[in-house]
């Protein structure tokens, strides 16, 4: 297995693919196991194919095999899946892999690991994938479910109902609703479903929440915003002091909290 980004040069890095794997038949390239490289990529074998033809001049052919007419070693298609993967498949902001696309007045793609939203680079393929938007495992429509509600999270207006209504809709956790509070920053837009909860359970999903993106320096933001929003301050004060369940609380963690809640 190969890293997806072919800039890293983490040891630990962990979006891999399976190195390309092809052969010659007469006039034609068969890639063995595009199947294989798209899942990982979370794209549509066709467009990876298209893409390459595209690069290299040539036409394709799809069927029971992945083939490009003419003779290319597996360096230059490798090198090709890679200018795919910069293209379409890395986020601009952070470069990790977990970008989708969204469809609406124009292609963009959002990140699940950042939470960056940004339009498609202007290419010929771009055509295509809006074509299949339907078909395609590898798209959310922009105004859809989990895709929107970071949208949704960022608007000025009150957006708090719908919220709610993709949040029962998609049978998410807490903890999957504070990641999109993370991305968003927005967290006076979750006030509905916040209230749904006691605060000794919102606080631990913050807890979750922040070692989890190593953000312990949001602390004092993330509890502000849970007063802001009418949580008060004894009530944070009697949950963090109390015994974590089944995990031990970070000192580093308690500390801060406590600090923060003095001085508010």
């Known amino acids: 297995m190969i890293p997806i980004d072919k800039s890293s040069n983490d040891p630990f890095y962990r ?8 052969s010659h038949e007469t006039s034609k390239t068969v890639i063995q196991n595009l199947e294989q490289i798209s899942k990982s990529l979370s794209r549509n074998p066709a467009h990876i194919l298209k893409f390459l033809s595209m690069s290299f001049g040539c036409t394709s052919a799809l069927g029971q095999k992945y083939a490009l007419n003419g ?31 969204l469809f609406g007045k124009a292609l963009k793609r959002s990140c699940n690991s950042c939470g960056a939203i940004f339009e498609q680079e202007s290419h010929k393929l771009n055509i295509l994938i809006a074509k299949d938007k339907g078909v395609n495992e590898d798209t959310k429509y922009e105004m859809n479910n989990k895709s929107n509600l970071y949208a949704l999270l960022k608007e000025e207006q009150d957006n708090s109902k719908r919220i709610c209504e993709v949040y029962k809709q998609e049978s998410m956790t807490l903890d999957q609703l504070f990641s999109e509070y993370v991305k ?13 909860f006691k605060v000794d359970k919102i606080l631990a999903c913050v807890e979750n929440m922040l070692e989890s ?20 301050v004894d009530d944070i004060h009697e949950s963090i002091s109390k015994p974590r369940v089944g995990k031990k609380r970070s000192p580093i963690v308690k500390k801060i909290f406590d600090g923060i809640l003095s001085g508010i």
């Open 184 to 196: 968003a920053k927005e967290l006076k837009q979750l006030r509905l479903v916040l209230n749904e």
């Open 15 to 22: 979006y891999k693919m399976p190195e390309v794997v092809v």
């Open 71 to 101: 003779s290319f070693d597996s360096n230059r298609i490798q090198n090709g899946i890679y200018d795919f993967i910069d293209c379409f498949v890395l986020c601009t902001k952070c470069r990790n892999p977990e970008t989708k696309f």
């Open 213 to 232: 993106f190593k953000k312990e320096d949001k602390i004092d933001e993330y509890v502000h915003s849970l007063a802001n929003v009418g949580f008060s």
